[in-house]
């Protein structure tokens, strides 16, 4: 993580929902007892290639995330999953006036296409988490990647 990132992060207790300034976190990813941090992981995929799937894997890989998702619920760790709808729309300056254009803007072979936001009391668990999700299995080049990214919180806000 980048530093100037790392210094703005704010872990926080999970039952009060209140950010705990004693809690910021240092190099290490052991989080101090009751702290938690919530982490983003966005879902990148081929959309020629799922859309390549015969119908019995899809329904399978679906039916996996499904319970990949409901067990992460039962836990307590699920905060939020969604999948993302095309058209993608990007806004950038052109000169002083903000453009929206057709997105994703950058040109690549994988997008994101879904996201989830855990919520775990330490980076190696958002990583166990990561590395769990059925999608990266289901074959050599079809299942994406996964970016996990640390969420930045304010001391004091409500989770």
């Known amino acids: 993580m980048w530093p100037a990132i790392r210094s703005l992060s704010t872990c926080y ?3 009060s929902g209140q950010g705990l300034p004693s809690c910021h976190l240092s190099d290490n990813t052991d989080f101090p007892e009751g702290c938690h941090m919530k982490y983003l992981m966005l879902i990148y995929g081929n959309e020629d290639v799922w859309g390549a799937l015969p119908d019995g894997d899809l329904a399978t890989l679906i ?6 998702n409901e067990a992460l619920r039962a836990s307590g760790e699920l905060v939020d999953v969604q999948g993302l ?3 993608a729309r990007a806004v950038r300056m052109r000169g002083d006036t ?3 254009t057709d997105g994703p803007y950058l040109e690549a072979k994988e997008y994101v296409g ?7 009391d330490s980076e190696q668990r958002a990583l166990e988490i990561a590395r769990s999700y059925p999608g990266l299995r289901l074959g050599a080049g ?3 990647g996964i970016e996990i990214w640390p969420l930045m919180a304010r001391d004091g806000d409500d989770r």
């Open 13 to 15: 207790n999970s039952a």
């Open 63 to 68: 039916g996996k995330v499904d319970a990949f």
């Open 85 to 87: 709808e095309s058209p």
């Open 98 to 100: 903000p453009v929206v």
């Open 114 to 120: 879904s996201y989830f936001v855990v919520d775990v």
């Open 142 to 144: 079809i299942g994406g």
